[in-house]
């Protein structure tokens, strides 16, 4: 990313540019990719000086310094700092600056005679902004986990909140910014070949802050954040050049979808032109009345979602203002905001009377559309509605019967005023009050007090107060238009009192409804078994007595889920009776529903049955899960075990049979042989049998841990005297590493099993216990640097009967490394396994650090545990 403002120091003389090397994660490369670009500027001719550059003892690192001049660093009590005084003597035209984010080391006393940076800056960030003030250009290097508005986000992340960091302003001013990009998997194999870390720090950093997980998230914060860099640049661009047409790559249809009959017509019209057009996107988009009124029939957005979903386009939901303009503008903001080429809309079903007065939302489309072209589709409702006006008041009854009273007393009460004041106010102030009763009537009780206020206040208006008095002869023709006047006043308040009532009813069930479906809809998203509480809220929200469920299995109605009295048993029954679809019937009873309630729950029924869908589709799959695995574990255990009980049986019984044959007469040494033979095979047998009451004992959870402190060290060494070949094995346990909280004995099995796998496999090659401790807990690794195993089977060498994926016959049942997980896991550690740097297999027991000694021993003296260590509980009892 590159900008291109020109802008000046705080001196006054030109601002140097900075260019920063921007990484997801130490070990990128961002480092390597500065010196590199460093090297390239010397290359050319460019005055280039390193200020400061951490290797961190990487030696293709400081192969690129060779050759580039050096600044000494400034001293500290750490080793040394960037020079800023130095730097800005010598005045290069770049310098090099690592690890942006970095605080600065204070300067030792002054007797050592070394002077502090003039600057006296806490951040190294602050020594390059003094250096660009000063006109020098300046290559520098941050991760993306320092940047300050990122912080929190990283330390959720990672586990590790960052102290050193950045301003996201700081950075954002850079001319330019280089996204230094590797995959986590290259980044972990450049770790493990130790090009990042030492070797003994590499085991540490691969289980902890580089996993592939961590590694993933931060490459992502890092690609969002150039990217929308990268946005904010383009926008910049644009506005400096002053380009305000859409930059278009493809052609984009949008087709505008009412909801009406001629909906499907439509969109049919448009996928056409989007085929034609080379298969453009085909974007259909319904405007939403901004009011919250339904602009459409109940139910039409799912229609239109469907009938989209049918041409295979992109269905859109927007909110427009009220009234045509609103429509309008909603529709092109849209059209504009997808880059949208072509406009379909289906031609007005207004009359041609209506459109004199208001020509329309195609015509406003086509008047502002630009350069987006418009399609304007025929169809066989265009111009055939007439609306008319509901004569139904939507207005309560005790307010229409106060709107008929008023209707009555308004004009009686002027015409008393009118005669009172006959000799002080003349006729135009009779009119006006005549005109007030009836505004009020309307007001109050709409059309049809209205509608008898103006015709009583013309008739007592032309009795009472227009000559001749006392008759209904009007003798001036402007009585007429009076009269006349008052109608169509009384009408069109009327009118818009009716339209707003209704409108206002309207908005308060669409506000019920989206918030009761919104409702139901949660239920059905959230939670394990959502049907039961789903019909639960029906009942509650409709009224109900009893809600249920039925499905026809062919010889009668059952009952899926209820909520209720157990009395809903057939649709027949039932007050309220939803088909939700052909054998599936969503039924209520104790009162019956309105037309408008049926239709919201006809779209209840659509989510209960989505709901009854997923829960079986996840009770199958858990069935199918469940016999899949007792499949593959018979099948292994028939294998394993057939294999396994087969040799030391066959075995013992060669030697057995040698011993007891008379006609063999066997030496002192061949008879010790043949013993030695058979105690090893039944010593084998044992193990096995062990190793199958174990794994069976950790399936049904009957394993119940004696847990105390303990430390690596010494269950390392009691481990190691049971197996074979220990003398390959060698310890590299810290003398100060904390204990863990762990059963001894099961600890020492798990540490046994671990062991005698890694000596097998292994290729021979010597194994390594490793220990180390981080935030609360304390691992220890047993490391070989055998052929390894791949990641795609690397989850299934815990699994029963698993031999290394069966690739070879070892000797063993597989279940060394399931039973030492499941033991682990019972002392609530965890086992896993990772590469080995250089190659091999690394299993790692994960375990907590131990508590202090007086909780520890409160702990072990509540748990009432009287067993020995290592014992396993057959029948433990369950709290």
Request: net charge neutral; glycine share 10%.
């Amino acid at each position: 990313m590159t900008t291109t403002e020109p802008r000046t120091g705080a001196t006054g003389r030109p601002r140097g540019e900075l260019r920063i090397h921007l990484g997801a994660a130490p070990g990128v490369g961002k480092t390597y990719a500065m010196l590199a670009e460093a090297r390239r500027r010397a290359g050319r001719g460019t005055d280039v000086v390193v200020g400061l550059v951490e290797t961190h003892d990487r030696a293709k690192t400081a192969e690129l310094l060779e050759g580039l001049e050096i600044v000494p660093r400034r001293p500290t009590r750490h080793g040394g700092e960037l020079d800023v005084d130095a730097v800005l003597a010598r005045r290069p035209e770049v310098v090099l600056v690592d690890e942006l984010a970095h605080t600065n080391a204070p300067a030792p006393d002054p007797m050592v005679g070394s002077a502090s940076s003039a600057s006296g800056n806490a951040k190294r960030w602050q020594d390059v902004e003094e250096l660009l003030d000063a006109g020098i250009d300046v290559l520098s290097t941050v991760n993306i986990q320092h940047l300050e508005s990122l912080n929190d986000v990283v330390e959720k992340i990672t586990g590790v909140r960052q102290r050193e960091t950045v301003p996201d302003e700081f950075v954002r001013r850079a001319d330019q910014i280089e996204l230094v990009d590797i995959t986590p998997e290259a980044l972990r194999r450049r770790l493990a070949h130790g090009n990042v870390y030492a070797a003994e720090k590499v085991d540490a950093a691969l289980a902890n802050y580089f996993q592939v997980g961590n590694l993933i998230a931060l490459r992502e914060l890092a690609l969002l954040w150039v990217a929308d860099e990268v946005d904010t640049a383009l926008q910049r661009y644009r506005a400096e050049k002053r380009i305000s047409e859409t930059w278009e790559t493809r052609e984009r249809v949008v087709v505008a979808l009412t909801g009406g009959p001629e909906s499907e017509t439509v969109l049919r019209r448009a996928t056409r032109i989007a085929k034609r057009a080379g298969q453009a996107d085909l974007l259909a988009v319904h405007v939403l009345r901004g009011d919250g009124l339904a602009g459409a029939p109940v139910g039409a957005t799912n229609a239109l979602r469907k009938l989209a979903d049918d041409v295979g386009a992109s269905f859109h939901a927007v909110v427009g203002d009220s009234g045509a303009g609103g429509v309008t503008d909603a529709l092109l903001e849209f059209a504009r905001g997808v880059n949208a080429t072509q406009l379909v809309l289906g031609t007005s079903r207004r009359s041609r009377l209506a459109r004199l007065f208001d020509e329309g939302i195609g015509a406003r489309v086509i008047q502002e559309s630009g350069s987006i072209d418009v399609h304007m589709v025929t169809h066989a409702a265009a111009g055939s509605a007439l609306r008319l006006p509901r004569l139904h008041s939507p207005l309560p009854v005790d307010r229409r019967l106060v709107g008929w009273l008023l209707g009555v007393a308004g004009p009686a009460a002027a015409t008393l005023i009118g005669i009172t004041l006959q000799g002080v106010v003349g006729l135009s102030t009779d009119v006006v009050l005549f005109f007030l009763a009836t505004v009020v009537a309307a007001l109050v009780g709409g059309l049809g007090p209205a509608l008898l206020a103006a015709l009583l206040s013309g008739l007592l208006l032309n009795f009472f107060l227009t000559r001749p008095y006392h008759s209904l002869t009007i003798a001036d023709p402007e009585n007429v238009v009076t009269v006349v006047a008052m109608l169509l006043v009384a009408v069109l308040v009327a009118l818009v009192v009716d339209r707003a009532t209704r409108r206002g009813e309207q908005a308060a069930r669409a506000r019920t409804e989206a918030a009761l479906l919104a409702s139901f809809a949660r239920t059905v998203l959230t939670g394990t078994d959502p049907l039961p509480r789903l019909l639960e809220k029906v009942r509650e929200a409709f009224g109900l007595r009893c809600v249920a469920l039925l499905e026809h299995d062919g010889g009668g109605w059952r009952r899926v889920a209820i909520s209720g009295p157990p009395d809903c048993a057939r649709p027949e029954d039932a007050e309220v009776d939803v088909a939700v679809e052909p054998g599936l019937h969503l039924i209520g009873t104790g009162r019956s529903l309105p037309a408008s309630d049926r239709r919201l729950l006809e779209t209840v029924g659509g989510q209960a049955l989505l709901a009854l869908r997923s829960q079986r589709a996840g009770e199958e799959a858990m069935r199918a899960q469940r016999r899949a695995e007792i499949n593959e574990t018979r099948g292994a255990l028939l294998s394993a075990v057939g294999h396994d009980l087969r040799s030391p049986l066959t075995s013992i019984k060669a030697a057995v049979g040698s011993l007891r044959d008379p006609l063999i007469r066997l030496p002192e040494a061949d008879r010790a042989e043949l013993l030695a033979t058979v105690e090893e095979s039944a010593d084998r047998l044992s193990g096995l049998v062990d190793n199958l009451l174990d794994s069976s004992r950790l399936a049904s959870g009957a394993v119940a841990p004696l847990l105390e402190r303990v430390g690596y060290d010494e269950v390392a060494a009691r481990a190691l005297l049971g197996v074979p070949d220990a003398e390959r094995v060698r310890l590299d346990i810290p003398d100060g590493l904390p204990d863990v909280t762990a059963d001894v004995g099961l600890l020492e099995r798990v540490v046994a099993n671990l062991v005698d796998n890694a000596l097998r496999h292994g290729g021979g090659a010597p194994v390594v216990l490793r220990a180390s401790a981080y935030e609360g807990r304390a691992e220890l690794r047993v490391v070989d640097s055998g052929p390894g195993v791949p990641k795609k089977q690397r989850d299934r060498l815990f699994t029963p009967f698993q031999r290394l994926g069966d690739r070879r016959a070892t000797r063993g049942v597989g279940l060394g490394l399931s039973v030492a997980r499941g033991l682990t896991e019972a002392m609530g550690g965890t086992l896993t396994a990772e590469d080995t740097p250089g190659g091999g297999l690394t299993t790692v027991i994960s375990l907590p650090v131990a508590l202090a000694p007086q909780a520890a021993s409160r702990a072990v003296a509540g748990s009432g545990a009287t067993r020995r260590p290592g014992e396993v509980e057959a029948n433990p009892v369950q709290p």
